[in-house]
């Protein structure tokens, strides 16, 4: 696969190298906080409408691009479309691609509203060796919702290298915004599998374990979140009837 040129040529940005500033900020104490996001999610869950305004679901769809996750990389361009093919069925779907890899080296594209726009941002990406960089993917989305809505996010990965209170603390804000984080654990790591399923609860989303195995189940489960990102969570309930990634992810959400 092609590596990226100059940002310009690619319609992709940087994203800023640390973490939201919080050191002098007055905070509740951390029982507070939890129990507060805690209260805030279950009546989230217990939310059923549909969303009513005209505009297109927007999605963030990140992707680990260090070096193990060359294979997943290449079947992840494979079967991103289907994103696209479900969310038609109920309206426009934008989705933004955003990766990290090397030396902190962390990219978002433009927003694309077809699978085509999508697949060619992919393909000029190749894996480099380096470690994760999932808090300055969450903290984007954040800044992302303070521009315009983003209705869910995705997160595929393998590894999870940086404090875990720190990224529960980011997806915790993303709970409270309403952005659901979904995330697919690559292998086996027990660290990811932790952080990732507090991730996911924080926000709200669900956190789901896949192989080079499964990719018909991640195909099928990225088709529910895009559901979920154009139609809210009734759509997805309708999704769900004839689909078992739907009611797994609905499991988890609820």
């Known amino acids: 696969m092609l590596a990226l040129g100059p940002v310009r040529d690619h319609h992709l940005t940087v994203m800023g190298t640390d973490l939201p500033e919080r050191a002098d900020e007055e905070r509740p104490p951390a029982a507070s906080r939890r129990a507060a996001v805690d209260a805030f999610l279950a009546d989230l869950a217990a939310r059923t409408g549909r969303r009513t305004d005209a505009r297109r679901g927007r999605l963030v769809f990140a992707l680990d691009a260090t070096m193990s996750r060359q ?35 962390c990219k978002a594209s433009r927003w694309q509203d077809d699978a085509a726009g999508l697949a060619r941002l992919m393909s000029r990406v190749d894996c480099r060796g380096g470690h994760t960089q999932i808090g300055r993917v969450l903290a984007h989305i954040l800044k992302e919702a303070g521009r315009a809505p983003v209705d869910a996010a995705v997160l595929v990965g393998d590894a999870c290298e940086e404090p875990a209170d720190q990224l529960c603390a980011l997806a915790g804000e993303l709970g409270v915004r309403g952005i659901p984080l979904f995330l697919f654990h690559e292998g086996s790591d027990p660290v990811a599998a932790r952080a990732f399923a507090e991730m996911a609860r924080l926000s709200g989303g669900a956190c789901v374990p896949f192989d080079l195995r499964s990719a018909d189940q991640l195909r099928d489960l990225l088709r529910a979140v895009a559901v979920y990102a154009v139609g809210g969570s009734a759509a997805l309930l309708a999704h769900a009837e004839g689909s078992a990634a739907g009611r797994r992810l609905i499991a988890q959400m609820t």
């Open 71 to 105: 294979p997943t990389w290449d079947r992840a361009c494979a079967i991103q479309s289907g994103m696209f093919d479900a969310a038609g069925a109920i309206g426009g779907l934008s989705v933004q691609l955003v990766f990290f890899r090397g030396h902190r080296e």
